[in-house]
T-cell receptor
C-alpha cells in the first residue's frame, strides 16, 4: 500500500543531544513537509522540499535541519539548539508543492519528549 | 494576517446525532479549503476540498459548505458514529500555495 511511514513513533531526547526523525514515502510525490503540532495550536511548518536536493525553511525552522537526498526520504534532525522540542511531529507529502488540488498525505507522526 | 478560526473548540454528542463544525478564515487571496480528520495519535486525513466556486460537497456522512463571500465554511456530520470521535482541522490555501491551519475542533461521540 502506498503511504508515508514515520519512525520511531516515540522518541526521547537527552539534554544536548541531536535526534533524527525518519520519514519515507512511496507515493512518488515530489513535495515533502515537516510540521510540528502542539496542543491548542494549528500545525506549524518547519521545513519543506519541493524536489529532491532542495529544501526551504518554513515558519519555525530554528533548531531543526533536514536533507532531501532521495525522493522517497526527508529526515528531520532536532538539534540541541531547539530548546523546546517536546511536540508531535508530522511528515507529509504531496504530488506538487502547496495546497492545490493535490492533497497532502500525512504520516502517523513521531512524539518527541525530553528526558 | 492570515488566520483560520474554528469553533467550537470541543464538542460532545450522542451517537446517532448530527453536528456542525464551523471554520472562519481571513486568508487572502483564497485558493481552496480542506477539512481533515485526525484520529488521536495519527496523522490527518483529507475529507473534502472546496474551491471558490463550490458551495457544497459531500463525502459519505460528511458534508462541507463554503460561503466565500463571508469567508465561512462548515462541516456537517450526519448520524454520528463512535468512530467519528477525532479532531477536525480546517486548512485554507492562500497565495503562493501557502497553507494556514486551524487549531481544530475536538469531537467526542458517546453512547
Amino acid at each position: 500500500d502506498g503511504g508515508i511511514t514515520q519512525s520511531p513513533k516515540y522518541l526521547f531526547r537527552k539534554e544536548g543531544q541531536n535526534v533524527t526523525l525518519s520519514c519515507e514515502q512511496n507515493l512518488n510525490h515530489d513535495a515533502m513537509y515537516w510540521y510540528r503540532q502542539d496542543p491548542g495550536q494549528g500545525l506549524r511548518l518547519i521545513y519543506y522540499s519541493q524536489i529532491v536536493n532542495d529544501f526551504q525553511k518554513g515558519d519555525i525552522a530554528e533548531g531543526y535541519s533536514v536533507s532531501r537526498e532521495k525522493k522517497e526520504s526527508f529526515p528531520l534532525t532536532v538539534t540541541s539548539a531547539q530548546k523546546n522540542p517536546t511536540a508531535f511531529y508530522l511528515c507529509a507529502s504531496s504530488l506538487v508543492f502547496g495546497g492545490g488540488a493535490s492533497a497532502q498525505h500525512f504520516g502517523d507522526g513521531t512524539r518527541l519528549s525530553i528526558l | 494576517k492570515n488566520q483560520v478560526e474554528q469553533s467550537p473548540q470541543s464538542l460532545i454528542i450522542l451517537e446517532g446525532k448530527n453536528c456542525t463544525l464551523q471554520c472562519n478564515y481571513t486568508v487572502s487571496p483564497f485558493s481552496n479549503l480542506r477539512w481533515y480528520k485526525q484520529d488521536t495519535g495519527r496523522g490527518p486525513v483529507s475529507l473534502t476540498i472546496m474551491t471558490f466556486s463550490e458551495n457544497t460537497k459531500s463525502n459519505g456522512r460528511y458534508t462541507a459548505t463554503l460561503d466565500a463571500d463571508t469567508k465561512q465554511s462548515s462541516l456537517h456530520i450526519t448520524a454520528s458514529q463512535l468512530s467519528d470521535s477525532a479532531s477536525y482541522i480546517c486548512v485554507v490555501t492562500g497565495g503562493g500555495n501557502k497553507l494556514t491551519f486551524g487549531t481544530g475542533t475536538q469531537l467526542k461521540v458517546e453512547l
